[in-house]
């Protein structure tokens, strides 16, 4: 399959809430999965989720290593995510940059859980089962949102960290990468 177009904020496909996968393995599933990974690559992203490219679907893809733009050393697996469930490990809350590819251009500061706990299952239906922390945690929660509806803006709590992404690099400020 190939690139897709990715939907940008105001398309109402994107704050729907997605529909759990009940069969793992089938064609369909896998043409999703090759699409997904084939329109993060084009536009250089680190994850992106099934609703982006307009299928109403409980799937996600992320993955990171050696990241040009990404100054911070950890690495996030090559990882294809269905079904995701996500438990915080404490209350511990972590504020960082994110930028979306549904909403390109920009950036804004988000609070999100600095540890979780994750699972799922990949495109054969075999569990997937995770502690995490850090960008890999706020990566898989800004994926997992979109499945619920919910676009980064949407959790942004100072308006005034929210903006396009050259001004925010020209104020001097650390910015993330779209996902
Ligand atoms: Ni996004």
Same mark, same amino acid.
């Given at each position: ?8 904020? @105001?398309?109402? *496909?994107? !704050? ?6 009940? #069969?793992?393995?089938?064609?369909? *599933?896998? #043409? ?12 250089? /992203?680190?994850?992106?989720?099934? =609703? ?17 733009? !990404? ?9 294809? *995510?269905?079904? =995701? ?13 994110? @930028?979306? *590819? ?14 979780? !706990? ?15 922390? @850090? ?6 929660? !800004? ?5 619920? /509806? ?12 929210? @903006? ?7 104020? /001097? ?7």
């Amino acid at each position: 399959m190939s690139e897709q177009r990715v939907l940008r904020i @105001g398309n109402p *496909l994107l !704050h729907e809430v997605a529909e759990q996968v009940s #069969e793992f393995g089938t064609p369909p *599933l896998r #043409e999703l999965v090759v699409d997904l990974w084939d329109t993060m690559a084009a536009r250089g /992203g680190v994850g992106i989720a099934a =609703p982006q490219i307009g299928v109403g679907l409980r799937v996600v893809v992320f993955a990171m290593r050696d990241h040009p733009l !990404h100054a911070d050393p950890e690495s996030i697996p090559q990882t294809v *995510l269905i079904n =995701p469930v996500i438990e915080p490990m404490d209350d511990t809350i972590e504020d960082g940059w994110e @930028g979306c *590819l549904s909403v390109p251009g920009m950036r804004g500061l988000v609070p999100r859980y600095q540890r979780i !706990h994750y699972m799922g299952r990949d495109v054969d239906g075999a569990p997937i089962d995770r502690e995490v922390e @850090g960008f890999h945690a706020r990566v898989v929660q !800004h994926e997992c949102d979109h499945l619920d /509806g919910v676009l980064y803006p949407q959790r942004i709590r100072d308006m005034a960290q929210f @903006g396009f992404e050259e001004e925010i690099s020209l104020a /001097g400020k650390y910015t993330q990468l779209e996902c």
